[in-house]
């Protein structure tokens, strides 16, 4: 048996080591997501896979709404592809276009298709679409920034502004340290009590510098060796944070890698 989104095999009345006093019903379900369903005489166990990447839901379903919009409520109760349609209608100036991604083929594996801040977790073909804003030009740091994602790097956040009031990251106004640093040699130095980046500066100040900064700041132009202390992109808590490779470490010399993801 099968589905758009799983393969089902079922045994009924199975006899174990052909003892016919000994019979079990079974059902194995392997989802395109990597997922899997067992059921064994009407019990069921659900084992997920673990991507190796953040996401939320699968496809632009429910859950990955609920996580993305303040306003998901209201998306929901319509669907998120009307509601979408409905926000760049003829005649309107909100100054809001939609981008639609065909996915032409079942991925041979469940991808990251991200565009701007969303990212969706790609498990099907078919039609992904998201609401842009129109801006001016890109200004000098969006095209460093976008050359660093091209070339291995991620973004690093000191807020999720998506929620009102926004989710900042802990300590945000704290005094900068050598624990903010992976690579405390190159990116803070050895002195005690003494950085590369002024004592004074704090979380807030600091990350807003790195070309990497996840928001077009203007004032973006630093590439420091290792990675950073950062918010995770759709943190729902202060303390989500991890490291973010936003260093020339991890530029990769052979880009082949990057554009197979």
């Known amino acids: 048996m099968s589905s758009p989104n799983s ?9 174990i080591n052909r003892d016919t006093n000994n019979l ?23 084992l997920p896979r673990e991507l190796p990447f953040e996401h939320h839901g699968y496809g632009q379903d429910d859950e990955w709404v609920a996580a ?19 926000q760049v209608g003829e005649g309107l100036t909100n100054g809001l276009f939609k981008l639609s991604v065909t996915v032409t083929d079942d991925p041979p594996e469940t991808t990251s298709l991200t565009v701007g801040n969303l990212s969706v977790a790609v498990t099907n073909a078919g039609e992904y679409v998201f609401l842009l804003e129109k801006g001016p030009d890109s200004s000098d740091h969006v095209v460093a920034h976008e050359i660093g994602h091209a070339l291995g790097m991620e973004d690093c956040y000191i807020a999720n502004k998506r929620f009102n ?7 945000m106004g704290d005094p900068i340290s050598s ?12 002195e005690s009590s003494r950085g590369f980046y002024p004592v004074h ?16 700041a203007g004032g973006s132009h630093d590439i420091p060796s290792g990675s950073v202390y950062s918010l ?17 470490n991890f530029i990769k010399v052979d880009i082949t890698e990057v554009y197979s993801r």
């Open 68 to 86: 993305n919009f303040t306003n998901a409520t209201e998306i929901l109760a319509v669907g998120y592809p009307q509601w979408v349609d409905a």
């Open 165 to 171: 009031p926004p989710i900042n990251i802990a300590g």
């Open 179 to 190: 624990q903010m640093f992976d690579d405390k040699g190159h990116d803070w130095g050895l």
């Open 232 to 248: 995770r992109r759709n943190a729902k808590a202060s303390n989500q944070t991890f490291s973010s490779k936003v260093g020339a």
């Open 7 to 15: 393969y089902r095999f079922v045994w009924t009345d199975a006899a």
């Open 201 to 216: 500066e704090t979380i807030a100040t600091t990350l807003p510098q790195m070309v990497m900064y996840g928001v077009d």
């Open 24 to 46: 079990v019903s079974a059902a194995l379900e392997l989802f395109r997501n990597g997922n899997v369903s067992v059921t064994t005489n009407g019990v069921a166990a659900h």
